[in-house]
């Protein structure tokens, strides 16, 4: 059993930078799994593509196919058929444009066009810009997530709410901000 208070401890004490990249995927991982599994299925992790180009850090099958809840509603939306995570616990460097368009290029058809970068920190305005580049060109959606939003998803479940209600509301604020 994972325990919310544990997970808010290793995610305030987790190192920045290479010290505590593996130790920051595992803790958005457990924290993730605790959050959105079920409705979710458990995460496919570092999920390679056929020629191995490509490794995934976590894919979370959504099978609301139905429509039933926020999951539901994101795969009609926006085809989130697998809900791709990626995990970046920079020091010195920023999160930017190269980091999203990482993130843009694994989010092929069949996954459909939803990603989420946890980021140890906030990305700088490149990343802002090549994620509005995406969703002009590609229809695709890359949220950005800190240890701060993972928090407030565990008091949001935690109250006995949908803590995919704010996945949701970063949706519709990308919307609103996108240019």
């Not at 989130?80 to 995570?85: C, E, G, K, N």
């Not at 980091?99 to 092929?108: D, F, M």
């Not at 990343?127 to 890359?142: C, G, L, Q, S």
Request: contains cysteine; aromatic residues 8%; proline residues 6%.
């Amino acid at each position: 059993m994972i325990d919310p208070i544990q997970l808010r401890a290793r995610l305030k004490a987790c190192p920045p930078g290479h010290a505590g990249w593996k130790e920051f995927a595992d803790i958005c991982i457990d924290t993730l799994t605790y959050l959105f599994v079920p409705p979710l299925a458990a995460p496919v992790l570092e999920g390679r593509t056929h020629s191995e180009i490509d490794r995934r850090d976590a894919i979370f099958p959504n099978r609301n196919h139905e429509g039933q809840g926020h999951w539901g509603h994101l795969y009609k939306e926006l085809g989130a058929r697998m809900v791709l995570f990626e995990f970046k616990n920079y020091d010195a460097m920023d999160i930017g444009k190269a980091e999203v368009n990482q993130t843009r290029l694994y989010l092929k058809q069949p996954m459909g066009k939803l990603a989420v970068l946890c980021t140890n920190k906030k990305p700088n305005e490149a990343a802002h810009i090549a994620r509005n580049v995406a969703y002009t060109e590609d229809k695709k959606v890359i949220l950005f997530i800190t240890p701060k939003e993972l928090i407030e998803m565990m008091a949001i479940k935690e109250r006995g709410d949908d803590p995919a209600d704010l996945i949701l509301d970063l949706v519709e604020m990308f919307y609103i901000q996108h240019e």
